[in-house]
Structure formats: C-alpha cells, structure tokens
C-alpha cells in the first residue's frame, strides 16, 4: 500500500515544512512518528531539489534497521526508478542531481564535531530524547545553512516521553505533561525572543494510525502486556503523557513536597539569624558550573534556596558571578556562605582561562577572588552511590528543600535515571548531574557531621576581605544584623 500521511499528526507535521524551523513530533508507540520523519525528508529533497543535502541522526548504531525500512517504503514512492538509491556501505541516500540525504550515529556528544564544517539543508534526529544533553542538536543548528535563495533549511525530530533528555526537549518546546495538556498545546508556535527563532510541538497518538490498527488489530493488546509491572512505562507507551520518567533515580522526589516557599519556613521570609549558610560547588567549563546556596537550620532542614548554572565559561567569572549572586539573595541579606563543599579535585585543577595564573587551581581563585571558604567534599570508595543514599534519606525525611527558583536543581532531580551500564545503583552519567553531585557534596558533609557549627567569627561573614580588596568600594551595607532566635517547633515545615 503507497505511504501517505494520515489525518492528524502526520499531515500536521508535514504542513510546517515550508515555515517553522523546528519541529518535534512526539506521543506514544505506533503513532508513525519515524516514518513521517522520512516523509519530511523526501518533501526538503523535492522543494530544495539539487541543493538538498541531508542529515538524520539515530544514537546507536544498531537502531538503523526500521529507519531504513521505513525509508525504502517512502523514496521508492516520492522518487521514479533510478532516482533515488542506497548505499548500504555509506548508509546514505543519493539522487540522480547529486544531492544525497546521510545516515549517521552520534552516540557521544563529540560525535557532533565530524559535522560542523559541512552545510546541510535538512537535519533529522530519530528518538531525540535519547540525547541527554542538547549540546549536539544546538551545535547542529549552526550547520543548517545554504547559500541558495528560496531555500527552506529545517531541522526535524521525534520521540516518545521518557528517555534522559526529555527534560530539555520538554523545556525547549514547551510540552506539558498531562496527555490533554498536551493535546492543547500541539501546534502551538513558541517563539524564542533571543533568535526569534520559532519551534512548534506536534502531538501524535497511536489512535490517528489507522494504517497500522486496521492491518494488526492485536497490536494495543501487545503493547499493554508489554508494560506490565512498569506504570511509568505504560505512562510513555501508551499514555503519551510526558510527565513519564522510567527508570526514575529519585522516585521520591516530588516538587509538591520538596519545593517550598519562604513564607512557609520563616514568618518574615527572610533567613533567620540561627541558620547557618552554605554553599555546594560542581566546577566545570566546559561543561556547566553549578553552585547551590543553602540555609540549613539547626536540626539538619536543608533549603536549597538559590542557584548558579553556567557552562562555558572561566573560573574566575563563574567566583565573580556566585559571589555576586550570595551578596544580592533577598532571603539572606547578603550573608556569604560559612563553607562551600566542593570537589577535592578543584584543589589540584590549574586555572587555565580568563587571564588567571597558571599556577593557581581553581580553589585558590574561588578563594581570592570571591571570598568563598572552600572545603574537599568528602571522597572515598563507592562515595558516589553512598552520597546518593544520604540524598534519598533526606527527602524521604523532608529534610532537603528547595525554592522556586532552583530550577536546574529541579530539573535534575526529576530527569535523572538508573546507569544501564557499568553500576547499577549509580546514576546513568550520561544524565545532566552537576547540581545533583554538589547536592551529594552538601549531603555527605551533613551526614558526617563535617558541617562546623557556627562561630562568632563566622556567623556573619564580613565583606572585609573584599572591602579591603576594593579600596574601600565595598560597603558594610551588606552585614546581617543579629536575628532574635526563633522557635523551632513552631515552624510549619512540611
């Protein structure tokens, strides 16, 4: 039977071909997401004729077989005999003009480099969620270009909810979560105001592909014995509801419970004077630097209560920009932290940007620059997967909240999933963990005891060091004065 789209999804994707940079289609099994991928590919090669020059992307090598099928199905339709061939050896397509259409694996986010010097018009990735990190489909977007006028370049994609890049595919299109949220918001043009770029979300259910019920009218039946046992699955499979997380590291994690408003933990909003400020610390230039701001009360209620998340960038921008961010938090008045628990590696790591010395490690910036009190989080066989447990332990006991505005933190906690290889207690390290594994440093300290308790000296850190370093520029406008002491027990906290 010759493909064509069917009503719904299939021909609503199709429809933005000549208008909407990005488009990602997404739902649950069987709803023919891959083969209307293939369908938009054939559609660029007929508009952008000999200028086509294609790019669809799956993970894995191994993953090709139903892209292909699918393919063959479509070209051999959309294409005359000896139009359109395929070069099993090359996994590409090539046409009689010379324009082709490339099968290729990025399983690595360094895979992407093989691709930045060369133009394409059309780009495809198959099963996008299975990218961790948006990283590669970000850099790709620089490679989708053409010197030939009336030239449409696009990029396309597909995916069921779940999968460990879920989350930033769910924030860069807008998805909702529940399956009639969704159903509002397919179609729907998100306009991104700093590249005025736009990028629309198609859903797509197995219910508009009548091709595949009428021909296998067993298939839904499979497909819930498929996921018994698993709820979070069958949310994927068959619901198509994208708040579905499989594999889900922190199961008892719920933004319901753990995100919290100030009002809720101090009458004034603002952190009382008997609570200690920390701070947690996972550097990184390439890849992000995470910092997490912290009031901790004295019977161990942890609150996450700000946050810096910046990649790319040197380490004494990022000290400037976390220091900057301590002295302006409105809950603590200004208050730098007691202690920051950071990676032990950060002692021998050497500054190697932004016109630091060469003999300096990140530490001892962090230190100069920024007046942040660095301690070694603590290190030791299998200390991962036990600073793991000790972060379960506290939200399972509601001791570690967080506010509204650590969303990174967030966003972690509810994407991270089980290693499929090597430890399987560990977290997948393909998964965005940088605000989790200072989280670990912080929880690992408290669990020791590593945490000193106030001192004079400390309680309120001074901007002297930094008052001194300025010339005098900086004010003491920034000093908490003492807080009358306030009655733990009487605090509402959930």
Known sequence: ??????????????????????????????????????????????????????????????????????????????????????????????????????????????????????????????????????????MMLASLRTARRGVFVRVRSTGNPGGTGIGWIKKRFNIPDLPEECAAASGQLVVDNETGLDRVFVYSRL??????????????????????????????????????????????????????SPYDLWPDGTVPGNWRILGSLDYGENSPTSFGLWAVSHDGIHVRIDEYYKAGEYAGYHAGQIASLCKNNPYTKGQLPQVVWADSALWNT?????????????????????ALRLRPSVKGPNSRVQGWRYLKEMLAQKRLLYFEECQD????????????????????????DHALDETRYLCMASRRGSSPPPKPSDSYPTWGYLKKRS????????????????DFDQLAIP
């Open 409 to 432: 933190f967030e966003d972690e906690m509810k994407n991270a999933v089980f290693a499929e290889t090597g430890d399987r207690e560990d977290i997948d390290k393909t998964c965005m």
């Open 207 to 260: 219910q508009e592909n009548r091709v595949l019920l009428n021909a296998d009218p067993f298939y839904q039946q499979r497909l819930a014995a498929s996921v018994e046992g698993d709820p979070e699955l069958r949310k994927a499979w068959i619901d198509a509801d994208f708040s579905a997380l499989f594999g889900q590291y922190f199961k008892v994690f719920d933004p319901a419970v753990h995100c919290v």
């Open 350 to 370: 050497r500054a190697n940007q932004g016109g630091a010395l060469l003999n300096r490690t990140v530490a001892d910036i962090f230190k100069n620059e920024a």
């Open 471 to 486: 010339g005098g520029k900086v004010t003491d406008s920034f000093m908490v004065p003492p807080q009358p002491k306030i």
């Open 1 to 138: 039977m010759p493909w064509a789209p069917q009503i719904g999804s299939q021909l609503d994707f199709l429809e933005l071909r000549q208008c909407v940079p990005e488009a990602f289609i997404g739902g649950d099994r069987g709803g023919g997401k891959t083969a209307v991928l293939v369908a938009d590919a054939a559609l660029a090669k007929i508009e952008q004729g000999e200028a086509f020059k294609g790019l669809l992307f799956r993970r894995h090598l191994g993953e090709f077989d139903t892209l292909l099928e699918r393919s063959k199905e479509v070209f051999y339709q959309y294409f005359p005999e000896g139009e359109a061939r395929y070069l099993v050896g090359d996994m590409r397509w090539v046409f009689k003009d010379g324009s082709w259409l490339q099968f290729a694996m990025m399983e690595h986010d360094s895979d992407v480099d093989k691709h930045l010097g060369i133009e394409y018009t059309w780009i495809g990735f198959d099963e996008l969620p299975q990218w961790p990190q948006p990283r590669p489909y970000l």
